[in-house]
């Protein structure tokens, strides 16, 4: 039961019925009208738009409108008071019935309460992480990996057919570089004295692993040949060695990919000339010159004629190159056919999760993908920024493995899979972000991690000391529901029928962290309660010989837990049983 939607529709059924009975001269637009919290919870349970929205189409000042909506919506049964504020929004104060019956519905689902049919089975697919195979995860990488994990997730629990999706880019100039890189840790493993890293290269001690292995294989089999014998070979291995411990890294956090993709595979393949021969097709490629760009010109800008991609007819500032001076394609003509070969797999609807350093990447992907699809397509890109790790006050600077950042293994090995996903969802994706290992970890409201995770201890010992006093915790959905009087045992019910709308809301805009703002606000809600019980024994979730009461209370209690349960399952954390 999803209260917001059922008086979504009341409301439109009460302007229904004003435009049945001559209110509006053409058929008002319902879709503009909205049922939400009001800001102010003083103001009553509900607020609708709808006399602001529909005002213009019924030829009526909005409060005028309003005086006549509240009117029709006062003869509901469920609403217990309507009025009118300010230059006319509606306020709906519902009967306590109605927050009850949400109760007993979330009782009656479960785990699965809150799950949504918004997405109509939607083909979603969502592609994160795809971090260059060119050496271990970082603390960027572990953001993006979170957020897109929670977001596939999410999508999934509101009604969406979801894929996740790994990019692996092993082609290009870098995997080259990582080649060269690991030849000269090779070299290195057979007894060659390396006395530096050449500038460029990758300068990592997870290298010298990788090229001892190699060694161990091959003996010397590599020296003194040209270049173009051995690349192909250290290429290959390191890429492999790394993506087999990129993948154990996220399968330690919780991440599991139902698609890699290789972008070596795609060039192969001949993509890349489909989606050109696509673009062609629709004259979206002409030979030209570009500006120089404005400010410091780039040490690469060449003043030639290219192959350029009509980039600025779809939204994008200057048209792209899809060629190189030497005849290859660009990164970006690869990613377009990337993101073509994703359309032709059946998505039209593409979510992309990037570093914030792709910033300037963004427009022209979408305009790419709106042209290679014939604005049949949809790219959504949402942007991690940097995460620095903390502790007691100092910046954690780096991994002695890595050389030059901190992995998502330290991160992991240091506070576990399930503190950092839930951390780094406390913040929305585009904010900057400090991971503080000493705040991850310690015990107190100021750590959402264990404040939420405490609540749902709390619910389990609730349930044991029923049990303990002899009172029965099964069947709740059938416990009195209307011994719940008192006005933080009402506020905790809203907040339980809140679920299903905070799972719609943070599917629709792409923003799992809304459910991390959703969960504190329960939790400290329930902490709230408990104390009061504390204070007030009449309160408490288990009151001797009251029984009936106390199974109501259990209700409440049972509720909780299981949108708690829900929220962390979204996240991929595992519910604490009880804290240690």
Aim: net charge negative.
């Amino acid at each position: 039961m999803n209260v917001f939607t059922l008086f979504t529709a009341h409301v439109r059924s009460a302007i229904e019925a004003l435009a049945a009975a001559g209110a509006f001269p053409r058929p008002p637009e319902l879709y503009r009208v909205v049922v939400e919290p009001p800001r102010d919870a003083a103001h009553g349970d509900l607020a609708t738009n709808a006399a602001m929205a529909l005002a213009k189409d019924a030829g009526l000042k909005p409060r005028d409108l309003a005086e006549r909506l509240a009117a029709e919506l006062g003869k509901l049964p469920q609403i217990a008071k309507v009025e009118v504020a300010g230059p006319g929004f509606i306020n709906m104060t519902l009967d306590p019935s109605v927050w009850r019956q949400a109760l007993r519905a979330a009782l009656l689902a479960g785990p699965d309460f809150g799950r949504s049919d918004i997405g109509e089975s939607e083909a979603v697919n969502v592609e994160y992480v795809s971090a260059n195979p060119t050496g271990p995860l970082h603390v960027a990488h572990a953001r993006g990996a979170v957020v897109g994990d929670a977001l596939a997730n999410l999508l999934l629990k509101a009604g969406y057919d979801v894929t996740k999706e790994y990019y692996i880019n092993d082609a290009g100039a870098q995997v080259d570089k990582l080649g060269q890189s690991t030849y000269l840790r090779y070299r290195e493993a057979l007894g060659d004295h390396i006395e530096r890293i050449p500038e460029g290269l990758y300068p990592g001690e997870y290298l010298k692993e990788i090229g001892a292995a190699i060694a161990k294989r091959d003996g010397a089999r590599w020296i003194d040949k040209p270049e173009a014998d051995w690349l192909p070979e250290m290429r290959a291995f390191a890429i492999s060695t790394l993506m087999a411990e990129i993948k154990a890294d996220l399968e330690t956090l919780g991440v599991h990919i139902d698609v890699y993709s290789s972008e070596r595979a795609l060039v192969d393949s001949g993509a890349v000339d489909r989606a050109f021969q696509e673009l062609a097709r629709q004259d979206l490629i002409y030979q030209g010159r570009l500006e120089p760009p404005k400010g410091k010109t780039p040490d690469d800008w060449e003043d030639r004629e290219q192959t350029l991609f009509r980039a600025t007819k779809f939204g994008d500032e200057v048209d792209r190159p899809l060629k190189k001076s030497d005849g290859s394609w660009t990164y970006f003509a690869n990613d377009i056919a990337y993101h073509h070969d994703k359309y032709r797999r059946g998505f039209a609807d593409m979510i992309d999760i990037w570093g914030a350093d792709h910033g300037g990447y963004v427009k022209r992907m979408k305009a790419a993908v709106r042209a290679i699809t014939e604005g049949k397509g949809e790219l959504d890109v949402k942007l991690c920024q940097l995460v620095r790790v903390m502790k007691n006050g100092e910046l954690v600077r780096m991994s002695k493995r890595a050389g030059s950042f901190v992995t998502l293994r330290d991160l992991l090995d240091e506070v576990g899979p399930d503190v950092v996903r839930f951390t780094m969802l406390t913040r929305k994706n585009d904010a900057s972000f400090d991971f503080d290992l000493v705040k991850a970890t310690e015990q107190s409201r100021d750590n959402p991690v264990w404040y939420v995770q405490y609540a749902h201890a709390r619910t389990r010992s609730a349930m044991r000391q029923a049990a303990a006093a002899g009172i029965a915790t099964d069947g709740l959905a059938a416990a009195p529901l209307d011994r719940l009087s008192d006005p933080g045992e009402l506020a905790l019910v809203r907040l339980i029928a809140q679920w299903p709308r905070q799972v719609e809301a943070a599917a629709s805009a792409h923003e799992p962290h809304r459910i991390a703002f959703y969960l504190y606000d329960l939790a400290a809600a329930f902490h709230a309660h408990w104390t009061r019980g504390r204070e007030e024994p009449g309160l408490r979730f288990v009151v001797e010989g009251e029984d009936e009461l106390s199974r109501a209370r259990l209700a409440l209690v049972q509720g909780i837990g299981f949108v708690i349960g829900s929220g962390l399952k979204v996240f991929g954390v595992t519910p604490v049983e009880e804290m240690r």
